[in-house]
């Protein structure tokens, strides 16, 4: 199943719906309008996490300023360099559309 850049994956079936859409057509649960149509770069996160993501600068970026805060508490132990890493490579190989779709979604 192919998600285009016009899409979201309905957060109960999965089922790609047109973004704005406010009910899923496939199984009828009300779509989260406001999550379906917050947008951020993926350029921009990507260089982000390559420039500073060990200090979670993507994280803060995407306003998940928890899990930002989680990177700059664990430096001293290598985790966050760990987490950057996997991260990066990621990010890269994500498509714009499921990047997109998994920022709308909440799981990023």
Excluded: N
């Excluded at 994280?59 to 290598?78: D, E, M, N, S």
Aim: include cysteine.
């Amino acid at each position: 199943m192919e998600v285009t850049l016009s899409q979201v994956l309905c957060f109960s079936c999965g089922v790609p719906q047109e973004i704005g859409q406010e009910v899923c057509s496939a199984c009828g649960v009300v779509m989260d309008v406001s999550a379906s149509t917050r947008s951020k770069s993926k350029t921009t996160t990507q260089t982000l996490c390559f420039t500073m993501g060990f200090l979670g600068a993507h994280r803060f970026y995407l306003g998940q300023w928890k899990i930002a805060l989680l990177y700059i508490v664990f430096i001293p132990t290598g985790a966050s360099v760990l987490a950057w890493f996997i991260e990066s490579i990621r990010l890269y190989r994500m498509s714009p559309a499921t990047f997109q779709s998994k920022l709308a979604q909440g799981k990023i």
